[in-house]
């Protein structure tokens, strides 16, 4: 698959059918995020994936999202923040954020491009979770947890992509606001 399809393709899948994706994908899966820009080239990101069935129950109830807990593996993208706050000061949560969100969408192209199917799940009780997943180092926060499995064909049929932003809202030129591109004024010397 293309990027420019894998980027076009990608969607938000909240059912999921019994089908085991195979290990090794999910395995791969993880290993793109490793090729994502990090601040200071500092990887501090940890995954834990999940595949007990019972730990993915109670992951599911603590995100309060019962979808999640069809799936058959999650992936818990997690910080450790320790080094992150001596090495950017304020600037620290922005950094180690944005840097999640660069691995994960490298993880959600990925898992689009094999055919698997996925959620961007950021809402959970986080304490919950590191319950569940034995969560020691008090530095460590969750990003986020993705559910994968096979889209349940039944939900295939029935949903339609999500209309995206015309480019036209989102784009100014040169400056806020500025909707027309227009060419530099001619300066007379
Ligand atoms: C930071 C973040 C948190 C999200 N949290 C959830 C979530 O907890 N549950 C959920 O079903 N979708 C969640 N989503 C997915 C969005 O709802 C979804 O991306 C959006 O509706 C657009 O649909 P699409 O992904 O199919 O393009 C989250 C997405 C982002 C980026």
């Given at each position: 698959?293309?990027?420019?399809?894998?980027?076009?393709?990608?969607?938000?899948?909240?059912?999921?059918?019994?089908?085991?994706?195979?290990?090794?994908?999910i395995?791969?899966v993880i290993?793109?995020?490793?090729?994502?820009?990090?601040?200071?080239?500092?990887?501090?990101?940890?995954f834990v994936t999940v595949?007990?069935?019972?730990?993915?129950?109670?992951?599911?109830?603590?995100?309060?999202?019962?979808?999640?807990?069809?799936?058959?593996y999650l992936i818990v993208v997690?910080?450790?923040?320790?080094?992150?706050?001596?090495?950017?000061?304020?600037?620290?949560?922005?950094?180690?954020?944005?840097?999640?969100?660069?691995?994960?969408?490298?993880m959600?192209?990925?898992?689009?491009?094999?055919?698997?199917?996925?959620?961007?799940?950021?809402?959970?009780?986080?304490?919950?979770?590191?319950?569940?997943?034995?969560?020691?180092?008090?530095?460590?926060?969750?990003?986020?947890i993705l559910p994968i499995?096979?889209?349940?064909?039944?939900?295939?049929?029935?949903?339609?992509?999500?209309?995206?932003?015309?480019?036209?809202?989102?784009?100014?030129?040169?400056?806020?606001?500025?909707?027309?591109?227009?060419?530099?004024?001619?300066?007379?010397?």
């Amino acid at each position: 698959m293309e990027l420019q399809d894998a980027i076009n393709e990608r969607k938000s899948v909240h059912r999921f059918s019994d089908k085991k994706p195979d290990w090794r994908d999910i395995l791969e899966v993880i290993d793109t995020a490793r090729h994502a820009p990090m601040a200071g080239n500092d990887f501090i990101l940890k995954f834990v994936t999940v595949f007990d069935p019972k730990v993915i129950e109670k992951i599911a109830d603590a995100c309060q999202q019962p979808f999640v807990g069809e799936a058959q593996y999650l992936i818990v993208v997690c910080s450790d923040t320790k080094r992150a706050t001596n090495q950017f000061g304020e600037k620290a949560d922005m950094f180690v954020r944005q840097q999640a969100g660069a691995a994960i969408q490298n993880m959600l192209l990925s898992i689009t491009e094999k055919g698997l199917a996925t959620c961007w799940v950021g809402y959970f009780v986080e304490e919950q979770v590191k319950r569940e997943i034995k969560v020691i180092p008090p530095t460590v926060q969750i990003e986020a947890i993705l559910p994968i499995g096979y889209e349940s064909k039944a939900q295939e049929h029935k949903k339609v992509k999500k209309k995206k932003i015309d480019l036209e809202n989102v784009l100014f030129f040169n400056k806020w606001g500025e909707q027309k591109m227009r060419p530099p004024k001619k300066v007379l010397t």
